[in-house]
């Protein structure tokens, strides 16, 4: 699994951010009812009920007007639901995300000034700032984008300044030197003009701190690691480990579920990677997963652990079709429409093969994909 660049921009943004998601200490001078709404944000949000972690959000912003934490929630939500694809018309969520993340970045900015070497304030500044860079990567403002997150950066660094243990400052500070150190060429030169150097060493060194010694931000230090450095480095075993411990705490989220049949799949797992498929998928407190991009991918590792294990043809064509329909327009969909042509012609469907396999080198989504349907119709030519 590839995470391109929009990816490694949005799991920078849930890496900064995780620590203010999940934090109850940070927030105690706002009471028990405050502290008590932040709990269950995180806690819904982390389980996939979005519905019900924007109702709080809302509840957040209107008992709290002057805070930016409910401003901030309600960004860091719909930036989780916009990576999941959930929304017909993301336009319309990116003109009432604008207004709220200035909200969060203005009172942020404004404690700051007032409070220099409070962490929690900085903390969310930094949360606000790089909600921002988000919204900047959305409309390619790439100069914006690397701006806000240098600013993010440079207040987690004040935060450990005043306070040498507050690790959970590491998850974003460490998402943020690994994936300076893989800018795209185009972004370099921007790069250059701001002073940002990547270094990977110590960008993974900061992350494995983070979800070690992390309060907060463990499960998305943990998550960065699992999906984008060890995905990288194709450590499938430990990918497996960490994403199972990200499952267990939160069974509803299905960006781990995904990324544990990624594991399993790799590891020639088959039959996990079939019980955790069945698990998401009949799942009963998940919202909408059939509108999740998340859910695709996992119905694809299932489509394809029935393939590689030469049983359930069926059920393997129902779920590659099933990731073909949620997945739209993704890369994953002319993978989905490759696996299901293979399975297509071990039934002897010759047509339905080659239909798929054409409809493959039409998208022209996947290289790999590509390649192999060209061989496949090849040697489909006789039937």
Known sequence: MRFTFAVLIALLIAGVSSGLCQSGTANQVHGDRMEALLDS???ETYNYNFSGALKLAEDMIRLYPDRPEGYIYKCGIYSKMLMEEAFQSPDSIWKIYKPLVEKGCELSKQRVKTNPE????????ASALVYRSRYDAAKSDWIGLMSDAVKSKKMLEK???VDPTF???YSGIGAFDYYAAHLPWYLKPVAFLLGIKGDEAGGIADLKKASRLG????AEAASFLAEIVYTDEKKFDEIAALASDLHRKYPGNLDYTRTLCFAYYKLHEYGKVIECADQAVNHDTIG???RFLSMAYIRFYRGESFAAMKSHY???IADYSKAIEIGEPSVLVTQAYYGRGTVYEKMGEWKMARADYQTVLKLNGDDRACRLAKVALDSLKSR
């Not at 409070?118 to 500044?125: R, W």
Request: negative net charge; charged residues 35%.
């Open 159 to 161: 935060a450990l300044e």
């Open 41 to 43: 944000t995180a806690t």
């Open 118 to 125: 409070d962490i929690k304030d900085l903390f969310n500044y």
């Open 288 to 290: 909408e997963p059939d």
């Open 215 to 218: 309060n907060h931000s463990k």
């Open 167 to 169: 690790y959970d400052a």
């Open 314 to 316: 069926d059920a393997a």
